[in-house]
């Protein structure tokens, strides 16, 4: 049975894999094709059923998918953004679990109150990996996306923690507020202190401890789960535990990762939450007829589709209300914010509210609610509350997210003018490291650079280097440099690269090269390629 169940896992996930390289093609982002594929898998017939376990899905899937999100959050920009980070985050989760909950229970037959707030809980985080997916290539004010990402990380845990509270009400029966704000406190508390021990634990063995990239890159995968485990252990937030120590560990990588290490990391995580994704929208895809069924007559699938339907449209509006409300007061309270925020425009700000999509934690959230109370009572409508979290998911990505592209640029955003372009940036960031090497030459190394022929190449190479870098700031300042001609340039410089790599192709048949000197080239010019096209 297992057997077989994996056969049927791996061939649809080859299946979902195809699909998004189709995605690709016709330049669609990816997150979108998932779900596409996980509704089509779920009307395929004959397709097996397969059961999984709910806490399973929880502990598999959550770990990682925080952990990620924590790693690759900028630290700079999101304590530079963090009262507005907190308002969307907290503020914006438990208002959004607030309307949904009194919304379903007035809407929604049969629905009670901690239901409602459970279902609130699963659908009200937005998904940032979802939402950089679909604006990948677009040019948008940096403080957008430092929002959404900033968002995405601390809202997953603020909604986990209503999801758990709601849970646990829906099981035992009872609820009171003033204990569950004190157990929030410090459930989250402890997690953050436990997340932060244990990070500062396999910070101390990246660091000090002899590791390569191969164990460094394990090692990050065991992090998250030992965080979550630990502090679920100690009845603690497993959630507040891998985003606190995810923070921690990614603000010192540099520190405890070699650059082999960290090249290795990301590519190994690029594909380990690619592949998560996948599995995530597959299970619910195998899920859906039974959901379907399990709906019962009180609530046909027409029904169930307009629930979700009307859900994703008010968790929009409360959205849109609470950004621009916050946004107007935090500005007319606090002078250094409307610097801070300045080119957040209202234009910038509607992005945010519609770039609010909700990804593949919401659907791994609502995969872990039990089945059964105890072994004589079934959970409360969990069916209904599952196929309510795919239309939600469907309707703010797909619909969302295949027209937002369009809608921003129907805004036509105005670019900051207040802040350098990425490519100046880079460049005065190299003038500076170009700069600081030629200074350590000609301080430590002054003998060498006059009768060591490599050092005085080397030292010519970093000389014209450096003008250069000068000549093109120096162009970017007088605004010689324009769009049309930094695109031509990169896609010169591309079609050299190309040749390059043409080059050693041919190069790996001339018995004179090894192989790995060919990898190391090639290595080299995928690097390049990655700072021009990243």
Not at 378 to 388: G, V
Not at 441 to 455: F, G, K, R, S, W
Not at 480 to 503: F, H, M, P, S, W
Request: with cysteine; net charge neutral.
């Amino acid at each position: 049975m297992l057997h077989d169940n994996l056969i049927l896992i791996l061939v649809l996930l080859l299946g979902v894999t195809l699909l998004v390289m189709l995605g690709q093609k016709i330049k669609i982002s990816y997150p979108i094709f998932l779900v596409l594929a996980g509704l089509f898998i779920g009307f395929i017939p004959g397709i097996p059923h397969i059961k999984i376990d709910p806490d399973l899905v929880f502990l598999l899937f959550l770990p990682p998918l925080l952990y990620e999100a924590a790693w690759f959050t900028s630290w700079k920009a999101f304590w530079e953004y963090k009262g507005a980070i907190f308002l969307m985050a907290v503020g914006l989760v438990f208002i959004t679990s607030v309307a949904v909950a009194y919304a379903s229970v007035a809407f929604i037959p049969g629905f009670t109150l901690a239901l409602g707030f459970l279902l609130g809980g699963i659908i009200s985080p937005p998904d940032a990996v979802a939402a950089a997916a679909v604006l990948k290539g677009m040019k948008l004010p940096k403080t957008v996306t430092a929002l959404l990402e900033g968002e995405s990380l601390v809202n997953d845990a603020s909604s986990l923690i209503v999801f758990k509270f709601a849970l646990a009400t829906v099981t035992t029966g009872t609820f009171i507020l003033q204990d569950a704000a004190v157990n929030f406190v410090s459930v989250a508390g402890l997690g953050i202190v436990i997340g932060i021990a244990i990070g500062g634990i396999f910070y101390a063995i990246h660091r000090w401890l002899p590791t390569t990239e191969n164990i460094d890159t394990v090692l990050t995968l065991l992090t998250p789960y030992f965080m979550y485990i630990v502090a679920e252990h100690f009845e603690a937030s497993g959630v507040m535990a891998v985003v606190s120590g995810g923070l921690l560990l990614s603000s010192q990588s540099h520190v405890i990762l070699t650059s082999n290490s960290r090249i290795k990391t990301v590519s190994v995580w690029s594909a380990l939450i690619f592949l998560l994704n996948g599995v995530v929208f597959i299970l619910i895809g195998l899920a859906l007829p039974d959901i379907v069924g399990g709906l019962g007559p009180d609530y046909p699938i027409t029904k169930a589709i307009g629930y979700g339907v009307g859900i994703s449209f008010l968790a929009l509006v409360v959205r849109f209300i609470w950004l621009f409300s916050t946004a107007r007061i935090t500005s007319f309270f606090n002078k250094r914010t409307r610097v801070r925020y300045q080119d957040l425009t209202w234009h910038s700000s509607l992005v945010i509210v519609y770039a609010g999509m909700r990804g593949v934690v919401s659907l791994a959230v609502a995969l872990s609610i039990p089945v059964m109370i105890s072994d004589v009572t079934a959970f409360p409508l969990r069916n209904l509350i599952l196929f309510i979290t795919f239309v939600v998911i469907f309707v703010t990505l797909v619909v969302q997210g295949l027209t937002l592209p369009f809608f921003i640029k129907l805004l036509k955003i105005p670019e900051p003018k207040h802040k350098l372009s990425e490519q100046e940036q880079t460049n005065q960031i190299k003038l500076k490291l170009i700069d600081l090497s030629m200074e350590k030459l000609v301080a430590d190394y002054q003998y060498q650079c006059t009768h060591n022929e490599l050092m005085v190449n080397l030292k010519a190479e970093l000389q014209h280097s450096l003008n250069e870098k000068k000549d093109t700031l120096q162009a970017y300042r007088k605004g010689e440099i324009n769009k049309i001609d930094l695109k031509a340039y990169n896609e010169i410089l591309l079609a050299l690269i190309q040749v390059q790599r043409d080059e050693l192709h041919q190069l790996k048949r001339n018995k004179n090269y090894d192989d790995d000197i060919i990898r190391k080239e090639e290595w080299r010019l995928d690097l390049e390629e990655l700072s021009i096209t990243s």
